[in-house]
């Protein structure tokens, strides 16, 4: 999966565990993108520097493109 934060702010790049729990993976600053390993099914969340969750991702195919807006 491509993550691709085209906000003028930094995101940061979770995938959620087994349990529910953000773990985080990276912190995008506005403009960069970045290819993250994945299986079908696992769910992402994508945030502010605050925490404040933006969007949520669930890859449905193998290849997938995350543009947080």
Sequence with gaps: ???VNARRERIVVYW???NGRRQQYRTLGPG???RQQTYVG???VVTN????ALVCFQPE???R???VR
């Design 16 to 18: 959620l565990d087994w």
């Design 49 to 52: 520097d605050r925490g404040w």
């Design 42 to 44: 696992h769910p992402w």
């Design 65 to 67: 493109r995350a543009v």
């Design 32 to 34: 960069e993108s970045y």
């Design 61 to 63: 195919s193998e290849t």
């Design 1 to 3: 999966m491509e993550f």
